[in-house]
C-alpha cells in the first residue's frame, strides 16, 4: 500500500467529486492510505469522515443518501412564510439558512465512529515535522471575519483563541468551516482570548481565506518528505482567458466576483506552481453550482464518476519518485 496526505478543495454540494477522486486513490492497484487530511468546506466535510476511519464505499453511501435539501433550515417565526424566511434569515442574521442540520448531522455521523472532540484524531506519528501540539489526522480550514485570520484548526485553538483543541467538537470546525457566505449563518466560536472585549469570534467558510490549502502538510524542516500530499480540486486546470472578463453591471454580480476572486485568488498560486499542480487531481464539476442543494441521485453519480475518471487519469501519469525527482509529472 502507498502512503499518501490528502488535501481537500471546498465545492459546497459537489462534494460528491471529490469522493470519487478519492475512490480512485483509494482502490488503486497499489491502493493509499491517507495519514492526514485537510479541507474547506465541503472539502472539510469529506476529509471529517476519512480521518474519521470511514471507507470511501461508506463515504460514498453516506453522500448519496444525504438529502442537501435539508441543509435549506429556516427559523424564527417567519420561516414558513414563502419568501419571507430566507429574506428575514439574511437580513437579521446574516445568512438565509441556519446551518442547525448541518451541524446536527456532520456531529452525528461523527459520533458514528467514536470521533466527538479533536482528541479522538489525535495521530502519534514521532517522524512527523510537525510540533507534537500540530498532529491530528484532520485540519479544517476557517475565516475568522472578526479579525481577518486564516485559522487552521486544530492547530490554531490553543495559540489563537486560548482553547484546548482536546476539548472541543470537531464538528464546530467543520460547521464553521462550510459556512458559505450569505447562505448560511456565520459560525460563532468561543474564545478565551481577548477579542475586542468578547468571549468570541464570527466564522464563516475557509474557502475565503484558503479554498485549497494544498502546502499545509509540506516539510519545512528540509528533510525529504516521506510520502507525497496529494490534492483534489473541483476545477479544470485552466488558464486565465479574455473570455473570463466579467462587467459587475449590478451589486450582487459584484458581491459573486469579490467572492469568487477572495476563494480562489489566494489558491491560484499553488495551481500555477507546477510543483503542486503535479500532484493535485483536477475535477471538473463546472457543470454544477456549489449551492445547489436540490442536486439529483444522477447529479451525484455524474459528480462521482467524474471525480473518479480523473483520478485514475491522474494515476496512470503520476510518479512518485519521478516527482521527487524534479519531473513533475
Not at 414558513?80 to 437580513?91: D, I, M
Amino acid at each position: 500500500m502507498a502512503d499518501a496526505d490528502l488535501v481537500l478543495e471546498g465545492g459546497g454540494v459537489k462534494g460528491s467529486g471529490l469522493v470519487g477522486a478519492v475512490t480512485a486513490l483509494a482502490t488503486h492497484d497499489d491502493p493509499y492510505t491517507f495519514h492526514r487530511v485537510a479541507g474547506t468546506s465541503a472539502g472539510a466535510i469529506v476529509a471529517g469522515l476519512i480521518a474519521a476511519g470511514m471507507s470511501v464505499a461508506e463515504v460514498k453511501d453516506v453522500m448519496d443518501t444525504l438529502d442537501f435539501t435539508r441543509f435549506e433550515d429556516e427559523q424564527g417565526f417567519m420561516a414558513h412564510v414563502p419568501g419571507v424566511g430566507q429574506a428575514s434569515g439574511l437580513l437579521l442574521h446574516e445568512g438565509l439558512y441556519a446551518g442547525g442540520f448541518l451541524h446536527d448531522w456532520i456531529s452525528g455521523v461523527l459520533a458514528s465512529r467514536g470521533v466527538h472532540t479533536w482528541a479522538d484524531l489525535k495521530d502519534t506519528d514521532p517522524g512527523s515535522a510537525l510540533p507534537p501540539e500540530q498532529r491530528y489526522k484532520l485540519v479544517v480550514i476557517v475565516s475568522d471575519v472578526s479579525r481577518g485570520l486564516m485559522l487552521r484548526l486544530p492547530w490554531d485553538y490553543e495559540p489563537l483563541l486560548g482553547l484546548d483543541p482536546d476539548e472541543m467538537p470537531v464538528a464546530d470546525a467543520i460547521r464553521a468551516s462550510a459556512s458559505i457566505p450569505f447562505f448560511f449563518r456565520p459560525w460563532k466560536m468561543p474564545a478565551n482570548t481577548d477579542v475586542a472585549g468578547h468571549d468570541h469570534i464570527i466564522c464563516t467558510d475557509g474557502g475565503m481565506l484558503s479554498n485549497f490549502p494544498m502546502s499545509i502538510f509540506d516539510r519545512t524542516d528540509d528533510r525529504p518528505a516521506r510520502w507525497p500530499t496529494l490534492g483534489v480540486k473541483l476545477s479544470g486546470q485552466s488558464t486565465i482567458r479574455s473570455e473570463d472578463w466579467h462587467p459587475d453591471n449590478t451589486n450582487v454580480e459584484l458581491a459573486k466576483s469579490l467572492l469568487s476572486t477572495m476563494m480562489g485568488a489566494h489558491d491560484r498560486v499553488y495551481v500555477n506552481d507546477p510543483r503542486s499542480a503535479s500532484r493535485t487531481i483536477f475535477v471538473d464539476t463546472s457543470a454544477y453550482r456549489a449551492t445547489d442543494f436540490h442536486l439529483s441521485s444522477t447529479d451525484k453519480e455524474t459528480l462521482f464518476n467524474t471525480g473518479l475518471g480523473s483520478g485514475q487519469r491522474f494515476l496512470s501519469e503520476w510518479n512518485w519518485d519521478a516527482w521527487k525527482a524534479g519531473g513533475y509529472l
